[in-house]
């Protein structure tokens, strides 16, 4: 089945990327906007199909969801092949790091996570292909496009996924809650992979057994935990200023 991703520019990140992946582009009809008129540009030198649509046949296309006029329609989304996508990275100097997702469940947060991937240049993002959430609809529309910039490929068991990863390279930096390392104490002078809890368990114990640090974010507030959207954040915006020297 094909997909629908929408809003401007979820939709203009899609064209600039994979314009040759989408066959059909609804634009609201009788509209002046800029940015939809800079979309249906960009759509004609694709050679994109353009169709221009009622605000009706859009909100029914797009699920009632705040399309700003626009929709694109693409293939069904295309996991990397792990393997291939491993051997990609280690052909690259210096390897770039890498993000492991332990059973997340809840789409909106993988979609953010994606989102923040893309911003601090991480090279690929691993889940499990049972029990975590797949790339959907939802997941491409909260990453604002970045599901189509940062490669997901799927594992069929995580700890293999982390072992051939370490095999490559490698150090595996799982966070939890309450590790007596912070992500601030640790070096992070090595290719990384940092691996995320779902957000109920957090990591299960044979993926905390599998990882070369644990480390924790500090706080003082009530709660004793971030929401796991936020964590990576904050984690990866951390791992790229001090790679980058910032």
Not at 185 to 196: I, N
Request: aromatic share 6%; net charge negative.
């Amino acid at each position: 089945m094909p997909r629908w991703v929408y809003g401007i520019h979820p939709v203009e990140e899609v064209l600039l990327k994979k314009g040759g992946e989408c066959d059909l582009l609804l634009i609201k009809k009788d509209n002046n906007n800029k940015a939809l008129k800079r979309i249906e540009a960009l759509a004609h030198k694709e050679n994109i199909r353009v169709r221009f649509a009622e605000p009706a046949e859009l909100s029914r296309t797009c699920d009632d969801g705040n399309h700003q006029g626009v929709a694109a329609r693409l293939p069904d989304y295309r996991y990397a092949d792990f393997h291939d996508w491993l051997e990609g990275l280690k052909a690259k100097s210096p390897m770039p790091d890498v993000l492991v997702l332990d059973e997340l469940q809840d789409p909106h947060n993988l979609g953010a996570v994606l989102r923040s991937a893309d911003c601090f240049g991480i090279g690929g993002v691993v889940i499990g292909r049972e029990r975590s959430v797949q790339v959907t609809e939802t997941v491409v529309r909260t990453s604002a496009g970045a599901a189509d910039w940062v490669p997901v490929a799927q594992a069929v068991n995580t700890v293999r996924a982390l072992e051939d990863l370490k095999q490559a390279g490698y150090w595996i930096v799982g966070t939890v809650v309450g590790a007596e390392t912070s992500i601030y104490q640790l070096k992070l002078d090595f290719p990384c992979v940092f691996v995320m809890g779902s957000e109920e368990k957090g990591l299960r114990q044979l993926v905390r057994s599998h990882c070369d640090y644990l480390v924790g974010l500090p706080s003082v507030g009530h709660v004793d935990s971030l929401n796991v959207s936020v964590a990576t954040g904050i984690v990866l915006s951390e791992n790229f200023r001090r790679k980058n020297g910032l």
